[in-house]
Structure formats: C-alpha cells, structure tokens
C-alpha cells in the first residue's frame, strides 16, 4: 500500500501521493495514479489499483449528476458524504478537499467504512506512521508553495524508510476563494 497526504494551509489545502504499488513486499508497479482532480475538489485515495480506479470513477460520476442536477456546487459536507459512501462501497480510504460557499477549504478523511472527520493534517496507507511524524514534526505551512514542499518532503522520507513507497508523487492544490 501506497501514501496519501493532505495539509490545510491558510491559503487552501494540498493532497499528495505516491505511485508504487506492491505485493508481498515486491514493487509491481510506480504508475498507479493516487492523487485526482475534479476541477473544484481533489482526493487522495489508498487501496488496492481496481478499486481506486472505481472510486474514482463514481466519485466523479456522482459529482457531476449532482452539479448537473442541482446547477450549484457541491459543498465539502457533500463531497464527504459521497466520497465515505462509495470508499465503503470500493473499500479505500481517501483524504478529499473541497471548497464551501464562502470560498473556505475543508479536509476531510474518509475512511472504508464510510466515516468521515474533518482534519487539517492527514495521512493514510502503509507510511502514515512516518508521515504524521514528519507532519506534526512542528514545521508548519503559510501558503500553498510551502505545504507543497511539506508534502513532497514528507513523502520523500516516507519513500526512504519503506519500499511500500516511491519517489514519483502527484499533487493536488486547491485554493481558498475568500
């Protein structure tokens, strides 16, 4: 299992992950893509390639019906709510970002069995433990730039303790509006 990342900042949120897949301590593969953009919300999503392939196809699905249906955006309550529906239905566990009417950002962990918390600092899969040490190590992140650099910095030396990590990461960032 892979890791995913996400820092609130005061000036939005940043969600990372890496690439490598393994199975029975073997790298299979450095080209699962973890991290997803949905234009006005992001997730970052652990589990295994299938069914982090399905979340996010109905993740995406279910959020433009909603967009088309209602003609408004989808607020974070109702990103969180649908993501923790369909991560105990694909059984991943996600960190998803979204923007509320006033333009604030909003974390939230979903986990595979559809619970759903808000957070400011996150990190799931098989290199959480180090991550949230190097996380709540006290480094803090003014802007967007800074908690980039956290996050890559973050999963670079997550990659360097467990071959359940590698060294290609995506990033997401959405910005605050108000």
Do not use: W
């Amino acid at each position: 299992m892979a890791t995913v990342v996400g820092v609130v900042c005061p000036e939005g949120v940043v969600l990372a992950g890496d690439r490598r897949q393994t199975a029975g301590g073997t790298v299979t593969s450095d080209s699962v893509q973890r991290v997803f953009d949905y234009d006005f919300a992001g997730c970052a999503v652990v589990g295994d390639p299938g069914s982090i392939g399905k979340f996010d196809r109905t993740f995406d699905a279910e959020l433009r019906t909603y967009q088309t249906e209602r003609e408004e955006p989808v607020s974070s309550t109702r990103l969180a709510r649908t993501a923790g529906e369909i991560a105990e239905e694909t059984g991943v566990d996600a960190l998803v970002a979204g923007r509320d009417e006033d333009g604030s950002v909003v974390l939230h962990e979903v986990g595979n069995d559809g619970r759903t918390v808000e957070t400011e600092v996150a990190a799931l899969g098989s290199g959480s433990p180090v991550a949230f040490g190097r996380l709540e190590g006290g480094k803090t992140a003014d802007d967007l730039d800074a908690a980039e650099a956290l996050v890559r910095d973050t999963l670079r030396a997550v990659a360097e303790r467990t071959t359940d990590a590698g060294t290609d990461i995506d990033v997401f960032r959405l910005e605050r509006t108000a």
